[in-house]
């Protein structure tokens, strides 16, 4: 096994939610490299991919500014605390921006979108038989509430015009969850 060993970790910058730092590390045959490390002050957070009786989502279009341009998006947010179970988070952001809580809630995977640079962690979920809640946006949440069936977000991502890693991993895994008859949608 290839092992690299920390040997100073420096602070480069810090801002509201990630810290990034120079990560001084030993390769295995004795030389020093420098690689840069972002660091999520709560750890990430939960998405949750909804899907009512007639196999449609609702999907939330929203500005990002990475892309500056708006994006396509399961319901999702940031942790509310370091520690905070991702099933609450994602129940939570779930009915926050959808205005619906499932009856049922299937855990998918978690992931790290950048694993060379940073250490988010996003748990994904997908939840059916819908029950309606309320919308609670935060203050600075613009969203727009896409109803569209999951085929045709499916056909969405092959297009290029849904390109967010939690979504198209959520999308994919109801697919493929659903024909191993793990998910029930009645």
Not at 44 to 53: F, P, Q
Not at 119 to 144: F, H, M
């Amino acid at each position: 096994m290839v092992e690299f060993k920390r040997k100073k970790l420096e602070l480069a910058y810090d801002s509201k939610i990630v810290a990034l730092y120079k990560d001084y590390l030993e390769t295995p045959n004795g030389n020093i490299v420098c690689y840069d490390y972002i660091k999520h002050k709560s750890g990430g957070g939960a998405g949750i991919l909804l899907v009512d009786e007639k196999e449609y989502t609702y999907l939330v279009k929203q500005y990002r500014n990475s892309l500056d341009g708006v994006d396509l998006e399961i319901p999702a947010g940031g942790y509310s605390f370091s520690g905070e179970d991702g099933k609450t988070c994602a129940l939570r952001e779930g009915e926050e921006e959808t205005g619906y809580i499932p009856t049922n809630i299937y855990h998918v995977t978690n992931v790290i979108s950048s694993v060379g640079t940073f250490d988010e962690k996003t748990d994904i979920y997908i939840g059916t038989k819908l029950e309606k809640g309320k919308i609670r946006l935060d203050p600075d949440e613009y969203i727009e509430l896409v109803y569209i069936s999951v085929d045709e977000a499916i056909s969405m991502i092959y297009e290029g015009k849904i390109i967010d890693s939690k979504t198209i991993v959520a999308l994919l895994a109801y697919k493929d969850m659903k024909q191993k008859g793990i998910i029930e949608i009645m």
